[in-house]
């Protein structure tokens, strides 16, 4: 599928004789652009492409792009910014590359457009995901939507985008571009390398996927399992918890091979539900935790709760996981992604084949390969987890496509790997960058996937500014960011909780969980946000125990909210203001409230207490000031946590007028 790129000979013989000063302002008249309705900083316009370059099939796609004018003269390169997936829309991020390239903006135009058969670019669809529940199978599902879609299915991998780009320079007017690309955008970035290296600057490539990737049983993050999981504990970040929580997990997944294992979670009504805890729902989890520093932690807390017998914070943390993996289908056009995904990826069968037998063909290999590639899952996971299960039943139209063979051109290379990261984990990262000449490659400590929007510092962003000053990355410290640890155990009962200082007996115990339960709260708050909230914009969380919260109209209401076993909260927050009621079994029952400076005052088993500012000060939790809202990098990525229009403003709002003022409460 490899269509002529090449310009006429007229206007390539002037573009080589005049120069391109002139020539590029007029190339650029061939994109009407126009000003965005949304935003002031963007011109928005459209690039018309063939559906098929052979012309086998009839059609064009007009490609939805927005422009962002460089400050100062006529940029003669551009920033083309890819989005992850695939699937993932870039224009919805337009505003946020911008924010994360920084100053190597100031001398180029950066573009992004919405890559064919997502977003605004001709996106793709099928009736069967519309009725997706009369399906006996994912595979049959998918195999349904590829003949809904018809001849027009192979006209949306990887190297047809790889021609959009080039079009677009082409139409733009632009001697040379530089690729920006995270996750999946990498590897669209990779092969444009492969094809088009003169007109190619400068790459920078966020959490890498290897051009003939992504390997289709995910060998290389099992491998990584152990090393990240052991990273979230450097520094004796675990050291109240668990001193190896690689071994806490695998003896959980031993536990789960001999027998199911289940639990219960409340919802956010405070509605029971049954919980599986198997090995693909904890791998689920840990994929989830490669977008947030505050799962992470959780994670290794909650499976050593289970490992010790308390199944409960982990089932919870499941339920969590699940609702951040499903959020980010809402604005991920699936079709699209199976259409490049089933036809491109490398599966361990042979394409001849029919369905049920290419499924026994990926067990067979996998169940080939040495006896800990996989560990501690098994190498049935690894197929339950992979796309293996949903592209069996593809109806291929072609042969596999050759993996690129011609070097990758020599041009400043900045590679950036998050070292938590378990879909492009840092081993995938090194094996590439030794394939071009000079590349550099940055690995930034606490960080998972998609690293200029997930990192704690701005040591990645410096290394982007860096790399077009001619400049080394300066390595990134490898100091523990504040505020994100794993938190403490979950207490078994009331009487595991030490009295707070100068209170003695139950109130002081009772004042002490009421600390923890908060804290708790703003955990779960915090963990929910982007997955949970319903159309008005509220959010709600069960409680660990009992009970749930609700966030709505910047007040958070409590009903019977229980992190440690019969201490229950029940009553209201809103900025300035609180107003709680103590209950329980187990409890000191009582009243408090918030007073000057926040602190929480009252009256527990007729006993006044108070809980002042400085009163948990190693509760590990993630304060205000330390966490940054929801950023594009994730929603680059294509995973995880992408927020609807006004998800960050009631993230500030929750963040700044509720759950911080509450934290000061708890620190």
Known sequence: MRATRRWTLLRAL???????????????????????????????????????????????????????????????????????????????????????????????DVIAFDQRGTGQSRPLSCHAFERSAGFRSLGALVSACAQQLGAQRSFFTTQESVEDIEAIRQAGGYQKLVLYGTSYGTKVAELYAEEHPEHLEALV?????????????GRSTFAAVDRVLDALCVQRACMRVTHDPGADLARLLARARRAPLHSSALDGHGRRHRVSIGQGALFNVLLQGDFSPLLRGELVTDVRAAVNGDRRPLARLVVAAAAAAASEQEDFDTPLYYATTCEEQAFPWRRASPPRTRLAEATAAARALPADTFAPFAPTTAIAVSDIPACAGWPYTGALAAAPSAPLPPVPTLILSGAEDLRTPTSDARAFASQIPGAQ???????????????????????????????????????????????????????????????????????????????????????????????????????????????????????????????????????????????????????????????????????????????????????????????????????????????????????????????????
């Not at 490539?205 to 049983?217: E, F, H, N």
């Not at 927020?643 to 708890?666: F, K, N, Y």
């Open 205 to 217: 490539l966020d959490s890498v996927v290897t051009p003939s990737g992504p390997d289709t049983l």
């Open 441 to 667: 490659l940055l690995v930034v400590p606490f960080t998972g996937h998609a690293v200029l929007g997930d990192e704690p510092t701005n040591c990645a962003r410096d290394a982007v500014a860096a790399l077009f000053a001619g400049h080394p990355p300066v390595p990134c410290s490898h100091t523990r960011p504040a505020g994100v640890l794993p938190p403490p155990l979950p207490p078994p009962d009331l009487g595991a909780v030490a009295p707070r200082h100068g209170v003695p007996g139950r109130p002081g115990r009772t004042l002490h969980a009421v600390a923890l339960t908060l804290v708790d709260l703003a955990r779960q708050l915090s963990l929910a946000l982007g997955a949970e909230e319903d159309a008005s914009g509220a959010l709600s969380v069960g409680g660990l125990r009992s009970g749930f919260a609700r966030f709505a109209e910047a007040k958070l209401r409590l009903r019977d909210y229980s992190f440690v076993p019969s201490v229950t909260i029940t009553g209201t927050l809103s900025p300035g203001v609180a107003h709680l009621h103590i209950a329980g079994r187990a409890a000191a029952a009582g009243e408090l409230h918030l007073a000057a400076h926040g602190t929480l005052v009252g009256t527990l088993e007729g006993r006044a207490v108070s809980l002042p500012a400085t009163s948990i000060g190693s509760a590990a939790i993630v304060r205000p000031d330390e966490q940054a809202s929801p950023s594009p990098g994730a929603g680059l990525a294509g995973r995880a946590r992408r927020c609807a229009p006004g998800c960050d403003q009631r993230l500030h709002r929750l963040l700044g007028d509720v759950i911080a003022p509450l934290l000061r409460t708890l620190r």
């Open 14 to 108: 002037a573009l080589a004789f005049l120069g391109c000063a002139g020539l590029a302002e007029g190339a650029r008249a061939q994109i009407a652009y126009h000003a965005c309705p949304d935003s002031e900083d963007f011109a928005c316009g459209h690039v018309q492409v063939p559906l098929a370059r052979d012309g086998a099939v009839p059609g064009t796609i007009s490609l939805a792009i927005r422009r962002h004018r460089a400050p100062v003269g006529e940029a003669g390169s551009a920033i083309v910014a890819l989005a992850g997936g695939p699937g993932q829309a870039a224009l919805p991020f337009a505003e946020a590359f911008v924010e994360l390239l920084g100053s190597v903006t100031a001398t180029r």
